[in-house]
Structures are given as structure tokens and as C-alpha cells.
């Protein structure tokens, strides 16, 4: 057994690996284009962005790229049917859609090219998504970073999607390395998406301090917080975090309307801008449960090598 090519829609991924959708300019067209070069599924963050800016993000990455690349937006955005729209004029490969349901974005992306596929975390989800025209699913487990959508791994979640649906699966949240990769294909996972590994990576282009905060997280340093969107987010626990969990309330000096509902518990765009620019206190770090794994940083091209070596390797000795 090995990786296969992976096929959804109308367009083949050579390697079965998505580079997860990071909001707030975390996964911008560097990033993205160099894991679309290396045979991968990039996805540009659509969320905490301007109509404007992801137009220029999707031109920056066909500049740099003739690979497979999309865009991953969250439900809850005040402008996800601008960013959807916008990505189909653009003629994206697919859009990966999180944090909510929306039934809209199957009727807008049906016969255009664009292929839709819903972030799930449960079989029913992923039952509805296929029934309304879903082109594949990820599955995301609890151990993910950013927002999530259950506190089950995704090992657990993995047999009885796998079981629900004919349509591809995609396994994320904790993945880092080619041997979770292999265990993820043993159940049934016809690829896999990494968001941490990917921080953590050359063409990542947030500011250093970013990395630094990954580098540096230890096991206990993770932990979650009640998100103003009202899901959990997965975070490292620096000065904000502690403060905020003690309060649970933060000064919101100013608003864009950014979400379309928002407990205004915090401002969650500012402090992800925050961390995208180094402030390390101040900051709010999403980042999946094994981030503390991930002692490297490396090129995306040596990244792919390992994952894809290792992954090979452990799928050929469960064969044997
Ligand atoms: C910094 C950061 C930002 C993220 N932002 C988003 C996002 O905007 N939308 C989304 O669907 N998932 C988001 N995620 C989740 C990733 O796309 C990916 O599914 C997840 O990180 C996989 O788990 P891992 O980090 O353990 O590999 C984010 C993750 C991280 C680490």
C-alpha cells in the first residue's frame, strides 16, 4: 500500500495532502502555491481577508503555480457569499468550507468548476454534505487547530464517516507526521490535511515571532477557548489566553462587523492580527493539540519528501 493520487471532482491532487485554510493572512499564496508545486491541495485563508485582498491572493498564487489550490472560508463571516463568489469568478479549485453549514454554497458553485468541499465533524454532517452535492469532506477531529466543531479525535471519527460516505474523506486535526498520515489512510482516508506542519514551514510567511510561539509550545501550553464565532478554538495559552480565561471578557475598543453573529466577548480579528504580526503576549496563537511534536522548520518541498517517505514506508510495513 502507498499514497495514491487523489481525485475529487474535476480536478487530481498527484499527493493525497491538503495544506489546511489559515485565517488572517496565516496561509497566503507562498505557502500555498508551494504546496500546490509539490503536488499537494493549498488552500488560501478566505477568512479575516477583503473581497480585494483574496482576488490579489488567488492572482499572487497563479503567478507562482499551475497546481491544485483553493480557498477555505468560515460560514460565520459577515462577507462568505462575497468570498465564495469571488473564489468561483476566480476559478479556484474548490472551496473548503468551516465553521458552520451553508446550503447556499453548493447551489452557487454547482456546474461552475468549483468543487465544494464542507469541513465535518460528525456523520450526520457528512451525510447531509454528500446528499446536497459535496465533492469530498474533511473530517476534522478535535485535536485540530483554530475553531472546532467536536472534542472527538479524528481516529474516532474516521470508521463511521468513512462508512457513511462514498464520496472522498479527508482526515485532520493532530496530524503531524507521515506515520498519522499512514494511520489516517488504514481507515479508510482517501487523504489527509495538516495546518500546524504547515506553520511551521519556510514559505509561511507570518512574522517570526509566529513560529517561535509554535516552536517553542509545550504539551500543557495548549488549551481551548470559547471563540466570540461561539465555537471552542484550539490556542496556546500566552498572557491573552490566561487573562481571558480568568475574565472571560475583554475590552473590544473597536468593530467592523466582521462576524455575522459575535458575542463580542472578544475581538478575534484583532487578536489574530496580532500574533500574524509577532506580539507574542498579546496575540491569539491558533494551533492544533500537537503543535509541541513539531520541532522544525522546514522548506515545503522537504516537507512533502518526509511526510510522503515516511507515510510509504509505515503503509507498506501494515501491508506486510
Ligand atoms: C493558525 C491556524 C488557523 C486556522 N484557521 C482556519 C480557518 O480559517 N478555517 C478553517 O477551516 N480551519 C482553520 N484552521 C484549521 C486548519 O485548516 C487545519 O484543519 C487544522 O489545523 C489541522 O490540524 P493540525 O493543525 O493539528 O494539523 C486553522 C489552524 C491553524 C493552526
Redesign the pocket.
Known amino acids: 500500500m502507498h499514497l495514491k493520487e487523489l481525485k475529487i471532482g474535476n480536478f487530481v491532487a498527484k499527493v493525497p495532502i491538503?495544506?489546511?485554510?489559515?485565517?488572517?493572512k496565516?496561509?497566503t499564496a507562498p505557502l500555498v502555491a508551494a504546496v500546490a508545486n509539490e503536488g499537494g491541495v493549498g488552500?488560501i485563508?478566505?477568512?479575516?481577508i477583503s473581497v480585494e485582498e483574496l482576488i490579489d491572493q488567488i492572482h499572487q498564487t497563479k503567478k507562482l503555480t499551475q497546481g491544485v489550490f483553493g480557498v477555505?472560508?468560515?460560514v460565520a463571516i459577515d462577507n462568505f457569499i462575497e468570498i465564495v463568489k469571488a473564489s468561483i469568478e476566480e476559478k479556484v479549485n474548490l472551496i473548503?468550507?468551516?465553521?458552520g453549514f451553508s446550503r447556499e454554497v453548493f447551489k452557487l458553485c454547482n456546474k461552475t468548476g468549483v468543487e465544494v468541499v464542507p469541513?465535518v465533524s460528525s456523520v450526520k454532517a457528512a451525510q447531509i454534505s454528500e446528499r446536497l452535492g459535496a465533492n469530498a469532506v474533511?473530517v476534522?477531529?478535535g485535536?485540530?487547530?483554530?475553531?472546532l466543531g467536536t472534542d472527538i479525535s479524528v481516529g474516532d471519527l474516521m470508521p463511521g464517516i468513512r462508512a457513511a460516505v462514498k464520496i472522498p474523506v479527508i482526515a485532520?486535526?493532530?496530524?503531524?507526521d507521515g506515520n498519522d498520515i499512514a494511520d489516517m489512510i488504514s481507515l479508510g482516508a482517501d487523504g489527509v490535511?495538516?495546518?500546524?506542519?504547515?506553520?511551521l514551514c519556510d514559505e509561511c510567511d507570518?512574522h517570526p515571532n509566529?513560529k517561535k510561539v509554535f516552536l517553542e509550545a509545550k504539551k500543557d501550553d495548549l488549551t481551548t477557548i470559547l471563540s466570540p464565532v461561539g465555537y471552542m478554538g484550539?490556542a496556546v495559552k500566552n498572557h491573552f489566553v490566561k487573562e481571558f480565561l480568568k475574565n472571560e471578557t475583554d475590552k473590544v475598543t473597536q468593530c467592523t462587523n466582521c462576524l455575522k453573529v459575535c458575542s463580542r466577548s472578544f475581538c478575534i480579528l484583532e487578536r489574530?492580527q496580532m500574533?500574524r504580526d509577532g506580539d507574542m503576549e498579546n496575540g491569539l496563537?491558533?494551533?492544533?493539540?500537537?503543535?509541541y511534536k513539531i520541532n522544525d522548520i522546514l522548506s515545503t518541498k522537504e516537507i512533502f519528501r518526509k511526510l510522503v517517505k515516511e507515510a510509504n514506508e509505515k503503509l507498506a510495513s501494515l501491508a506486510k
Do not use: W
Request: aromatic share 10%; net charge neutral.
Open positions: 491538503f495544506q489546511g485554510g489559515m485565517s488572517v496565516v496561509s488552500l485563508g478566505g477568512t479575516g477555505n472560508v468560515m473548503a468550507v468551516g465553521a469541513i474533511i476534522e477531529g485535536d485540530a487547530g483554530g475553531h485532520a486535526g493532530g496530524l503531524v490535511q495538516l495546518g500546524n506542519r504547515f506553520v507570518v509566529y484550539s489574530l500574533a496563537f491558533f494551533a492544533g493539540r500537537n503543535v
